[in-house]
């Protein structure tokens, strides 16, 4: 079965093992994601024509799964950020998750073990749109038993960094 034909069902290829440069190339891009062709291959030292072919493999074995911007959220006019947990009805994580993945301002949702069974970062304009958010629409939806909000009063991004080769 090919690579399209495994995605077409639903079902990821087998992961092929990262080298040297691919971890350099990754390095690289998680720094710069706007690096160009030309700076990752001078900077991995390979040629232009390796490197294009080396980032659209990384992209086609779903090892890069995109490109975004780091967004200042509390500059971007979304000054409220909060965890949020959720206690949820056994067997409802792809219900609920498709309701949470819609909601306005959710950045990351995460099925987790522990105390309560997701995790949801949300960022909203202001604690009345949050308090709107928990009330109206999280707690609105059937599957979730309980939540618990978790105001965030600072944040500090970290850069992901691939783990070192073993």
Do not use: C
């Not at 890069?64 to 409802?92: C, D, M, P």
């Not at 928990?134 to 105001?151: D, F, G, N």
């Amino acid at each position: 079965m090919t690579a399209e034909q495994m995605a077409d069902a639903g079902q990821d290829p087998p992961a092929r093992p990262l080298d040297a440069i691919d971890r350099a190339i990754l390095g690289m891009l998680q720094t710069d994601g706007r690096a160009s062709i030309r700076s990752v291959a001078e900077h991995v030292h390979v040629s232009r024509a390796n490197a294009y072919a080396r980032i659209n493999r990384l992209i086609d074995d779903g090892v890069i799964r995109g490109f975004s911007a780091r967004v200042n959220h509390e500059r971007a006019g979304q000054g409220a950020s909060a965890y949020i947990t959720l206690k949820i009805v056994q067997n409802s994580w792809r219900t609920v998750r498709e309701q949470l993945q819609g909601l306005p301002g959710a950045a990351h949702i995460a099925l987790v073990s522990g105390d309560f069974d997701v995790l949801l970062l949300v960022h909203t304009a202001d604690n009345r749109a949050l308090r709107e958010l928990v009330l109206t629409k999280i707690q609105a939806i059937p599957e979730v038993l309980s939540t618990r909000t978790l105001l965030v009063f600072e944040e500090t991004g970290l850069d992901p960094q691939l783990p070192p080769e073993s």
